[in-house]
Every structure is written in C-alpha cells, then in structure tokens.
C-alpha cells in the first residue's frame, strides 16, 4: 500500500470543505461534533478512494469501489443528520459503526491477495 501525498492531501482537503459546508448548515446544537465526525470518515473514504495505491490493481479497484460506496453513504447519513434534531450517542454509533465495516472491509479485501 502505498500513498500519493498530493493526492492524500487534495482528499483531506475535500473532506474538509464538505464538512465544514456541514458545519455551516447544521440547525442544532452539535456542530463541532457533526464536523469532526464527518471530517473523519468522509476524509478516510475520500483518501482510499483516491490517494491510495495497493500492489495489485485488481485490489486497487475493488478497494476505491468499495470506497466511493461509502462516501456515499457517509455523505447521505451526514447530510440527513445536519437537518434533523439528533442525540450525539446516536449520530456517534451510526457514524462509527459505518467506518469500522468500511475498514473491516478494506482490511479483507487486502488480505485476499487476488
């Protein structure tokens, strides 16, 4: 596994634009939690999607597939939880529930070595 640190960078970027306009729209009380947890798993999706680069590129592929599904749903789960009313146990094991599978996946993926 290897990083593209410009492109890395250009990701974390993007996961920060997207999750400040999160921040900016927020109508409750939880901003700062709702930036900083999309901040994370949309930057850790955005980043194996695009600045990441496996051995093989048959694991490249299935990996940044399985990404950009991901960040959809990160981004759809995200963008739903900045309009409505949300509890923060709530909005925190949904959130993370959906990066530990992301990750479990990616790890399995890996591993499988095709």
């Given at each position: 596994?290897?990083?593209?640190?410009?492109k890395?960078?250009i990701?974390?970027?993007?996961?920060f634009?997207?999750?400040?306009?999160?921040?900016?729209?927020?109508?409750?009380?939880?901003?700062?939690l709702?930036?900083?947890?999309?901040?994370?798993?949309?930057s850790?999706?955005?980043?194996?999607?695009?600045g990441?680069?496996?051995e093989?590129?048959?694991?490249?592929?299935n990996?940044?597939?399985?990404?950009?599904i991901?960040?959809?749903s990160?981004?759809?789960?995200?963008?739903?939880?900045?309009?409505?009313?949300?509890?923060v146990?709530?909005?925190l094991?949904?959130?993370?529930?959906?990066?530990?599978?992301f990750?479990?996946?990616?790890?399995?993926i890996?591993?499988?070595?095709?």
């Amino acid at each position: 596994m290897r990083f593209n640190f410009i492109k890395t960078i250009i990701s974390l970027a993007i996961g920060f634009l997207i999750s400040y306009g999160f921040y900016s729209v927020e109508v409750n009380n939880n901003k700062f939690l709702l930036f900083l947890v999309s901040f994370v798993v949309i930057s850790t999706s955005l980043t194996t999607m695009i600045g990441v680069h496996f051995e093989r590129s048959r694991t490249t592929t299935n990996i940044r597939v399985v990404s950009i599904i991901f960040f959809v749903s990160a981004l759809l789960i995200n963008l739903i939880f900045s309009f409505i009313q949300f509890s923060v146990p709530t909005y925190l094991i949904i959130n993370f529930i959906l990066l530990l599978i992301f990750i479990l996946i990616l790890y399995s993926i890996n591993n499988a070595k095709q």
